[in-house]
T-cell receptor
């Protein structure tokens, strides 16, 4: 168990809809990262938050947004969903010191029909 | 921009044998970290091993070891005494330091351990 909690585990929704994915980082970790993994592909970096502030953005679509709350949990909002948004969405957290690794949650599998 | 390349989409190995997964990366940075992550069929991402670029000594973790060649920008993973539970996707990842702590992942190598 990595200590990173993601909910829900599975989500099935229709095109055009909006969903919210939630992530609770490991206790003590201030950084939260979101990654998208499409079928049989690598992980694409979406966005990084540190202690409530956005630190870095990857190839995140304008239809997607995220935030990190004062209690350090994070939410990834996906709107105007398209079939191509179907993927596994991972949240990861870390302590930003030296070579601290990312600790991943179990992911949320989003299926857009 | 940094890139990470894993040129072997799929590999297989007999149980108890040794297998090496390749990873190359491109960066102009001098300080960085490299990681191997394992993703079994459960889809969970599990850290296997990490390497600091400033350390010449190759990292080892039980049956897992790396061959880090900084000049060649190569970071291969060797799995000794392969076990059925090693069947998974393996991702190589790069992190610049200091920096935004954004990890760049390769496209992965699917490893199947055969009984």
């Amino acid at each position: 168990d990595s200590g990173v909690t993601q909910t829900p585990k599975h989500l099935i929704t229709a095109t055009g809809q909006r969903v919210t994915l939630r992530c609770s980082p490991r206790s003590g970790d201030l950084s939260v990262y979101w990654y998208q993994q499409s079928l049989d592909q690598g992980l694409q970096f979406l966005i990084h938050y540190y202690n409530g502030e956005e630190r870095a953005k990857g190839n995140i679509l304008e239809r997607f947004s995220a935030q990190q709350f004062p209690d350090l949990h994070s939410e990834l909002n996906l709107s105007s969903l398209e079939l191509g948004d179907s993927a596994l969405y991972f949240c990861a957290s870390s302590v930003e010191v030296n070579n601290s690794p990312l600790h991943f949650g179990n992911g949320t599998r989003l299926t857009v029909t | 921009a940094q890139t990470v390349t894993q040129s072997q989409p799929e590999m297989s190995v007999q149980e108890a044998e040794t297998v090496t997964l390749s990873c190359t990366y491109d960066t102009s940075e001098n300080n960085y970290y490299l990681f191997w992550y394992k993703q079994p069929p459960s889809r969970q991402m599990i850290l296997v091993i990490r390497q600091e670029a400033y350390k010449q000594q190759n990292a080892t973790e039980n049956r897992f070891s790396v061959n880090f060649q900084k000049a060649a920008k190569s970071f291969s993973l060797k799995i000794s005494d392969s076990q059925l539970g090693d069947t998974a996707m393996y991702f190589c990842a790069f992190m610049k330091h200091p920096g935004t702590y954004k990890y760049i992942f390769g496209t992965g190598t699917r490893l199947k351990v055969l009984a």
